[in-house]
């Protein structure tokens, strides 16, 4: 599988930001702003400026750490995933890469459990999967009450179904739109799943964009590698 075009994901992720307002912080990011990489890989400020030009963080909408280092272990995904749970950001979204519908599940599952072990977790925690294998990416969302797995159908309608409670299973235009109806099932509110993050529409994830290796990278990843549990 050839890699994803991780500055891309990044120009659009900065981008969207942009267009909700907030001033996004990356390294590399050429916006005009004076910001670089703050504490992760992607986050979304929403400051306010004094009059001699100091900023006041008023609040964090979004955090993003992304990991295409691949381990049996899913060492390098479950650290990054661990900076992820000390923010308090509204949503925290980690990418990374999966080669597998079983892989992603597992890693999924890992991080989860990551999360619901973690003394400061709370009910209000907003945790959004970005796993890409099979020359896509694969959504998921997880926020200490219900999971939810999202999958693009034929018809371009996407749905919204929960890995831990058999017959939790909807559809809607948008993954947004269906998670809100899988959530209401779930928790008799009608909540939206990561305030428009998913939508397509917003253009978070670009179409994958393999990245030609050198020669011998290519051939040190032309075997395939065992999966093991962590």
């Keep these: ?128 999967f970005a796993g890409h294998y099979d020359g896509r990416f694969h959504y998921a969302s997880f926020d200490m009450r219900f999971c939810l797995k999202y999958e693009e159908e034929s018809d371009g309608r996407w749905l919204a179904e929960s890995p831990e409670l058999p017959g939790v299973m909807t559809y809607g235009q948008t993954p947004d739109e269906a998670g809100s109806k899988a959530a209401s099932e779930v928790v008799g509110a009608n909540r939206t799943v990561g305030e428009g993050i998913f939508d397509p529409r917003c253009s978070l994830l670009p179409p994958p964009a393999p990245r030609r290796l050198p020669v011998e990278n290519r051939m040190r990843r032309s075997a395939p590698r065992p999966f093991g549990a962590c």
């Excluded at 500055?7 to 659009?12: A, F, R, T």
């Excluded at 005009?32 to 504490?39: A, C, Q, T």
């Design 1 to 128: 599988m050839g890699l994803v075009n991780t500055p891309e994901i990044k120009d659009h992720l900065c981008r969207l930001g942009e267009r909700k307002g907030d001033e996004p912080c990356a390294t590399n990011w050429q916006s005009g702003k004076k910001w670089g990489e703050w504490l992760y890989d992607i986050a979304w400020l929403d400051v306010s400026y004094s009059d001699n030009g100091l900023y006041q963080l008023r609040d964090f909408p979004l955090v993003v750490e992304s990991e295409w280092a691949f381990e049996n272990s899913f060492g390098s995904i479950r650290d990054d995933f661990q900076k992820l749970m000390q923010s308090r950001a509204a949503v925290r979204l980690m990418i990374f890469e999966a080669r597998s519908e079983a892989i992603f599940d597992e890693i999924f599952r890992v991080l989860t459990d990551l999360a619901r072990r973690y003394r400061r977790s709370s009910e209000d925690d907003i945790y959004l």
